[in-house]
């Protein structure tokens, strides 16, 4: 028809589906652990049933989510009562290791095939920093002194992770051991300048600047994730 236009609508990426069927989820799943209401109680699952539909269609497509109860099952796992079913994100640390040559460790996870700096889940026991030591000499070998927090990142903003979680992320030094991978959590490693990345590297944009800012030796302020306006609608 003359005088037309024709709209061409930019459909909804994967990682942005995800975060919204994650964040419902997280609202369901705290409903259930604090109403005593059935009729509360059924509206939750079904919210939950949703954003199992939008989960699976964002990790394996829409073919497949006719098999999304299985989604539904294992977040249903995790509900729990009062306070304790409060949903909140997971928490984890990484680690930005330097070594006396001004180069940073990074490792190429085995389960995705990226590159980043060390990371693992926060260990119930263990500070936060006593975490970051144990996980890089676990995942490679290397001795670090942890030096100071320097960021804190959202994982699945950062790309880095599907589920919610926090990242601490730690500045450190190198003060012994030797490059030794751990098969199952590392495909390959090394050390690496700002002008050598390797590829495919998650994140760089996030966490490069403010890394190498402190391999220099300037002390900043924490960095952080800025704040999206609006919330639902933005994804950097």
Not at 87 to 112: F, H, M, Y
Request: charged share 25%.
């Amino acid at each position: 028809m003359l005088g037309s236009v024709c709209l061409v609508k930019e459909p909804v990426n994967e990682k942005t589906l995800r975060r919204w069927a994650e964040s419902l989820a997280g609202v369901a799943k705290t409903g259930l652990g604090f109403t005593q209401s059935q009729y509360e109680k059924e509206r939750y699952e079904e919210i939950l049933n949703i954003a199992a539909d939008m989960r699976v269609a964002a990790d394996e497509g829409l073919d497949d989510v006719l098999d999304a109860s299985g989604q539904v099952n294992e977040w249903m796992k995790q509900v729990g009562a009062g306070v304790a079913g409060y949903q909140t994100p997971k928490v984890a640390v990484g680690a930005a290791v330097t070594n006396d040559r001004g180069e940073l460790l990074l490792i190429q996870r085995a389960d995705s095939g990226v590159w980043l700096y060390p990371t693992g889940w926060c260990d119930i026991g263990y500070s936060a920093p006593e975490v970051v030591v144990k996980e890089v000499h676990e995942e490679t070998g290397i001795e670090v002194e942890p030096v100071r927090l320097i960021g804190v990142l959202d994982g699945m903003r950062l790309g880095a992770s599907r589920i919610p979680l926090f990242s601490l992320l730690f500045f450190c030094r190198q003060t012994g051991g030797e490059l030794n991978l751990h098969p199952l959590e590392c495909s390959d490693g090394g050390w690496f300048t700002r002008g050598n990345l390797p590829t495919p590297v998650i994140g760089a944009e996030r966490w490069a600047k403010p890394i190498f800012a402190a391999i220099d030796g300037e002390v900043n302020d924490v960095f952080y994730d800025d704040l999206r306006k609006p919330v639902w609608r933005s994804d950097s």
